[in-house]
């Protein structure tokens, strides 16, 4: 299932790029329609719902992009999905479409642990170097984690680079071990 939701994600994020629209207003959009039939029960039966006409479904599909004030492009895709019995899964589209956005657009989303708060020139120097290393746009988030003693975690995708305190010791502890 995954597979041809992520052909789904893949189309979008072609009509995006193509487009030149804007990504992030685009994901947020996208966003919002997944939380709404997240949150309507209703309205997901309706538009999930074989025996309900496509044509209603279309006119309540409009009524809600005229109230989002959503996109053509949106609407669009969004009837697709409802035209193939896959808008039950926007949300999991909603998720591979960023990742699939955020490839193509060469952004990397970064996970700071530090000690601390850092200041705005810390985080903005941080930044600079992880873009360095990754080669990408780094999109970060910080979160404190007291237990580092000092220095700073980082995991962009799968990789981890430790440069807290705590990190440094256990690193000392195991070249000990081994000499």
Not at 49 to 65: C, H, S, T, Y
Not at 85 to 98: A, L, Y
Not at 124 to 152: F, I, P
Request: net charge positive.
């Amino acid at each position: 299932m995954a597979a041809v939701l992520g052909r789904y994600a893949r189309a979008y994020a072609d009509v995006v790029v193509h487009h030149k629209l804007n990504a992030d207003k685009t994901v947020e959009e996208l966003a919002q329609v997944a939380a709404l039939l997240r949150g309507n029960r209703e309205l997901r039966n309706v538009l999930e719902n074989p025996a309900v006409a496509k044509e209603q479904k279309l006119g309540l599909l409009d009524a809600i992009m005229q109230r989002m004030d959503g996109s053509k492009v949106m609407r669009n895709f969004l009837a697709v999905l409802i035209d193939q019995r896959r808008i039950g899964s926007v949300g999991e589209i909603v998720e591979q479409f960023k990742q699939e956005l955020d490839r193509r657009l060469g952004i990397a989303d970064a996970r700071v642990s530090s000690a601390r708060e850092l200041t705005g020139d810390q985080k903005k120097t941080l930044e600079k170097q992880l873009a360095d290393v990754t080669g990408k746009t780094v999109r970060a988030t910080y979160m404190e984690d007291k237990s580092l003693l000092g220095g700073v975690v980082v995991r962009v995708g799968s990789t981890i680079y430790d440069g807290s305190v705590l990190g440094h010791l256990e690193r000392l502890r195991r070249q000990m071990a081994t000499a």
